[in-house]
């Protein structure tokens, strides 16, 4: 019953292709995340925006690009990616503030292969 | 900075049984808990949070989870497991500093009938 909705569910893509990951939450949450998950791993963080500004890039390769453009949406576009880049891509927001505790809410995430 | 050691990478447990999944965190104030569950090819789901208060925290699905200071822990449990609870399952430790939470590794629950 998640309330973060990502498009696409599936995208294979190949290394030269430009395509992109879209993200939409209609929570009032005014922070946005992306988040990659490799088989069997824990989610690792990529991006977090706060009120529409990006606020920490976990220093991801140039070829992913987030843009938050409001508070609604989030999309990540790809370019040049490599097959290791193949992985589960999960959106993410929570409100902002200590009293909330930054309870995250995630998506049913894109899967992504690269081929 | 925070982290959590999730000890049990894999539990089998017998439909009916119940369950307890273990998390440890390392984090030098007052934390804020999580556990999520993941079921095959889906995203994570939010079953509890731990911020203050009571520490016997109930959520979703039937799960409970107790916060004890002392042993830096913050366990998962189920009374009597259902065949569609076999999924992966990660605790996670926050802050009231920023937007970063820290995961376990994670615990995977088969359930056999």
């Known amino acids: 019953d998640t309330e973060v909705t990502q498009t696409p569910k599936h995208l294979v893509m190949g290394m030269t292709n430009k395509k992109s990951l879209k993200c939409e939450q209609h929570?009032?949450?005014?922070?946005m995340y992306w988040y990659k998950q490799k088989a069997k791993k824990p989610p690792e963080l990529m991006f977090v925006?706060?009120?529409?500004?990006?606020?920490i890039n976990e220093s991801v390769p140039s070829r992913f690009s987030p843009e938050c453009p409001n508070s609604s949406l989030l999309n990540l576009h790809l370019h040049a990616l490599q097959p290791e880049d193949s992985a589960l891509y999960l959106c993410?927001?929570?409100?902002?503030?200590?009293?909330?505790?930054?309870?995250?809410?995630f998506g049913e995430g894109s899967w992504l292969t690269v081929v | 900075a925070q982290s959590v050691t999730q000890p049990d990478i894999h539990i089998t447990v017998s439909e009916g049984a119940s369950l307890e999944l273990r998390c440890n965190y390392s984090?030098?104030?007052?934390?804020?808990l999580f556990w999520y569950v993941q079921s095959p090819g889906q995203g994570l789901q939010l079953l509890l949070k731990?911020?203050?208060?009571?520490?016997l925290v109930q959520g979703i699905k039937g799960f409970e989870a107790e916060f004890k200071r002392s042993q830096s822990s913050f366990n998962l449990r189920k009374p009597s497991v259902h065949w569609s609870d076999a999924a992966e399952y990660f605790c996670?430790?926050?802050?009231?500093?920023?937007?970063?939470?820290?995961f376990g590794a994670g615990t995977t629950v088969t359930v056999r009938a």
């Open positions: 993410a927001s929570s409100q902002v503030g200590r009293v909330f505790g930054n309870t995250i809410y």
């Open positions: 929570m009032g949450h005014r922070a």
């Open positions: 925006y706060s009120y529409e500004k990006l606020s």
């Open positions: 984090y030098g104030a007052t934390p804020y």
């Open positions: 731990y911020f203050s208060g009571d520490t």
């Open positions: 996670a430790v926050g802050t009231s500093n920023d937007y970063k939470l820290s």
